[in-house]
C-alpha cells in the first residue's frame, strides 16, 4: 500500500497563520515609528493622532461595507468604546506628544512597560492566570528594552513630561487590550478594529481645526506620511492584531510588541540613516529571547 501523508490539523493551519499575522503587526507598527518622525515635524501630536485615525477608520468602513462584516452586538459596546478611547485616542496622542520631547530609545523603553501591564491586568481582570514564563518573558524583553533605551538615550530622563507622557500612553495601549479581548470572542475583529478606530477618531475630534490647519501648510509627504500611518499600521496593523488577539491570550500577545523596538531600530537605520549604538543588539536579543519564553509558557495552548 502506498502510504498517506497525514494532512495538515487544522490547529496548526491556523497557528501558521496567526504567527504570520503576528509577524505583519510587528513590522507595520515598528514602521509607524519612522512614519510619525516625517509626519511630526509639521503636524501637531493631536490633528496627526485625528488624521491617521480618520483615514484607519475610513479604510476599515470600506472594507466593513465590501465585506458585509456583521456588527458587534450591545454587549460588545462598553469594551469597544474603551478600547477606542485609550488605545486609539489616548495612546496616539500621548505617544505623538512624548516623541517631541524624548528620543525613540528612552520612548520605547517606557512604553514597553505596556505588556507587563497587560499581563498584570489580564491576569486579574479577565483571570488568565499568572504563567510563570509569560511573566519571566515579560521581564526578559523588558531587560532588552531598558538596554536599547540606555543605549540610544541621548539626554537620559530629564524632560520629565515627555517621560510621564510615554507612561501614560503605556497605560492606555494595556487598558484597551484588555478591554477589547472579551468582545472579539463574539465578534469580527474587522468590525471590532474598526469601531474602536472610530471612537477614538471622534475622541479626538477636539484636534480638527488643528488639523485643518496643518494640512493647510503641509507638504504632500507629510500628508502622505499620514495616510500610510491611517491605513497600514491602523487598519491593516490593528485588524492582523484584533485577529491573533482573539486566538490567544492578551499577556501572550502582548509580549509579542517587545519585537517593535529593535525592528523600529532596524528600520530608523535603513530609512533615516540612523547608525544604533553597538548595545542596541544585545538589547535586541534580549526581546527575542523573552518573546520566545513568553509564547512557550505556561501548559494553555496558544490557541483557543
Known amino acids: 500500500m502506498t502510504a498517506v501523508a497525514p494532512a495538515v490539523s487544522r490547529p496548526s493551519r491556523e497557528r501558521v497563520i496567526v504567527t504570520g499575522a503576528v509577524a505583519v503587526m ?7 515609528f519612522v512614519a510619525i518622525r516625517f509626519a511630526d515635524r509639521e503636524l501637531s501630536p493631536g490633528a496627526l493622532a ?3 485615525l480618520l483615514v484607519g477608520s475610513a479604510a476599515l468602513g470600506i472594507l466593513v461595507l ?8 450591545r454587549r460588545g459596546l462598553a469594551g469597544i468604546v474603551v478600547c477606542g478611547a485609550l488605545w486609539f485616542g489616548v495612546y496616539n496622542v500621548a505617544l505623538n506628544a512624548a516623541e517631541r520631547r524624548v528620543d525613540a530609545g528612552t520612548a520605547a523603553m517606557l512604553v514597553n512597560i505596556g505588556p507587563i501591564l497587560i499581563a498584570i ?3 486579574v481582570i479577565l483571570r488568565e492566570g499568572f504563567p510563570p514564563r509569560l511573566l519571566g518573558g515579560c521581564l526578559v524583553s523588558f531587560a532588552g528594552a531598558v538596554v536599547i533605551g540606555v543605549a540610544t538615550s541621548r539626554h537620559g530622563l530629564h524632560e520629565s513630561l515627555g517621560a510621564i507622557l510615554c ?15 472579551p468582545v472579539l470572542g463574539h465578534a469580527s475583529p474587522v468590525s471590532v478594529t474598526w469601531l474602536a ?8 475630534l477636539p484636534y480638527a481645526g488643528s488639523l485643518v490647519h496643518g494640512i493647510g501648510h503641509a507638504g504632500g509627504s507629510t500628508i502622505a506620511w499620514m495616510i500610510y500611518l491611517g491605513v497600514a499600521p491602523t487598519a491593516a496593523g490593528f485588524v492582523l492584531w484584533a485577529y491573533a488577539l482573539a486566538r490567544t491570550t492578551a499577556g501572550r500577545m502582548g509580549s509579542t510588541t ?3 523596538p529593535p525592528l523600529a531600530l532596524l528600520f530608523g537605520w535603513a530609512f533615516l540613516g540612523e547608525v544604533s549604538p553597538a548595545l542596541v543588539f544585545p538589547g535586541g536579543a534580549l526581546c527575542l529571547a523573552g518573546v520566545a519564553l513568553a509564547r512557550t509558557g505556561g501548559r494553555r495552548s496558544a490557541l483557543k
Open 66 to 73: 465590501v465585506r458585509r462584516t456583521p456588527l458587534p452586538g
Open 26 to 32: 510587528v513590522c507595520l507598527w515598528a514602521s509607524a
Open 121 to 123: 491586568l489580564a491576569g
Open 258 to 260: 517587545y519585537l517593535v
Open 167 to 181: 507612561v501614560v500612553a503605556a497605560a492606555a495601549y494595556a487598558g484597551g487590550v484588555v478591554a477589547q479581548k
Open 197 to 204: 478606530c472610530t471612537v477614538g477618531a471622534i475622541s479626538c
Open 50 to 52: 485625528l488624521g491617521r
